[in-house]
């Protein structure tokens, strides 16, 4: 009995962050807006999506805690940008690992933050839509 007592706490303890990150406001710093603001400049955005495909993972790019950036590739024509509820802290320092059972990356679905020097747990993030933004014609 002692063993289940001890477990329920402890996955309230676990659960709390996500529960408390979905109300907070994610803020960037100066240098990580204008990171932000040169990665969609020149770009419209589209309709929001609730997948991405593998072809449209294979380049992430985090900026803060805030955004998660994905593409073909650094200079692709479309980059996808997802805005974790409640942010997705650490993930610009640490590794973002996700376990699917499909190809698509999908609005709903956990990231788990993981040192990777370590292996420890750093925390997770739970994806939002992928809103794409297009290089305008020139």
């Known amino acids: 009995m002692r063993k289940l007592m001890f477990a329920l706490p402890m996955a309230a303890l676990l659960a709390a962050p996500a529960a408390i990150g979905g109300t907070k406001e994610v803020q960037l ?27 449209q993972q ?33 993930a610009d320092r640490h590794t973002l690992v996700t376990r699917r059972f499909t190809s698509n990356l999908c609005s709903g679905e956990i990231a788990e933050v993981v040192d ?21 014609a020139e």
């Open 29 to 55: 710093s100066e240098k990580e807006q204008a990171k932000f603001d040169k990665a969609i400049e020149g770009r419209t955005a589209g309709e929001p999506l609730k997948c991405i495909g593998r072809t």
């Open 58 to 90: 294979e380049n992430l790019t985090v900026v803060g805690d805030k955004y998660l950036i994905y593409g073909r590739s650094r200079n692709a024509k479309t980059i996808y940008v997802n805005e974790p509820r409640g942010g997705c802290q650490d």
């Open 116 to 136: 990777s020097t370590t292996g420890t747990f750093r925390g997770s993030c739970s994806f939002g839509d992928f809103v794409p933004y297009t290089k305008n």
